[in-house]
């Protein structure tokens, strides 16, 4: 489900079965994770701290009396009571090392080492993206809004995503993210407020096609102009 390496090169995978996967180049280990957990979603901080979302758990790696990584779990910042959550999709973490522990229906601003602020998020809320130090949420009902302070507020011009379940936003020309959802590539422009279709051209329309035909769920740039999807 998520793949990131700390500071040290050492890579960590969030795992169907039972928690986060560790490799250094040589070896494997298990990080077992209360419940035996699916973890979908990982991250790192500036500090090398590895942040991990699971279904209905969330933490974070620290190591041991031996150096070895194991799971710290956040739990007990949270009134379950109040904030079913079901599973943690995405982490993101700012330049200020807050980390946001995104769910569909809340979202978890974390500060170490035992700060959390719950803000609930609108109902049929969908996946959170980070782009250019601005969190935004995909709303099928209400469409695409972001998170301002603690509030969550919609976008001008963020009614074209409503009844379009977004599934990643990326950096794109100056000002301009590239949105993909179920039905296709778009571009928000954030300077005017404004969503429309990518342009039309021939190469455009056979990306476009193959990415609805097999459902995009990540990307990242990987160049001027060129992007890498799963």
Not at 56 to 77: A, H, I, R, T
């Amino acid at each position: 489900w998520a793949v990131v390496r700390d500071l040290r090169g050492v890579m960590y995978f969030g795992n169907n079965d039972n928690g986060v996967l560790e490799y250094d180049g040589s070896g494997w280990r298990q990080i077992p994770v209360p419940n035996k957990a699916m973890v979908r979603a990982l991250a790192v901080d500036s500090l090398g701290t590895v942040y991990v979302g699971a279904v209905n758990e969330f933490g974070y790696l620290v190591p041991d009396q031996s150096g070895n990584m194991k799971y710290k779990s956040l739990m007990s910042l949270v009134d379950t009571s109040k904030y079913n959550f079901s599973q943690i999709w995405k982490i993101y973490v700012t330049p200020k090392n807050e980390v946001l522990f995104c769910s569909f229906n809340y979202l978890f601003k974390y500060t170490h080492p035992d700060k959390l602020k719950t803000v609930p998020l609108p109902e049929n809320g969908f996946f959170s993206t980070w782009v250019d130090s601005v969190l935004y949420i995909s709303n099928y009902e209400k469409g695409l809004h972001k998170l301002v302070g603690d509030k969550v507020v919609p976008v001008t011009g963020g009614e074209y995503y409503i009844q379009k379940d977004i599934l990643e936003m990326l950096p794109y020309r100056s000002g301009q993210i590239l949105v993909f959802s179920y039905e296709g590539l778009s571009l928000y422009d954030v300077t005017k407020g404004k969503a429309s279709e990518m342009e039309d051209n021939p190469q455009l329309k056979k990306t476009n096609q193959f990415l609805k035909d097999n459902i995009l769920y990540n990307g990242v740039p990987i160049g001027d102009n060129q992007y890498a999807y799963g």
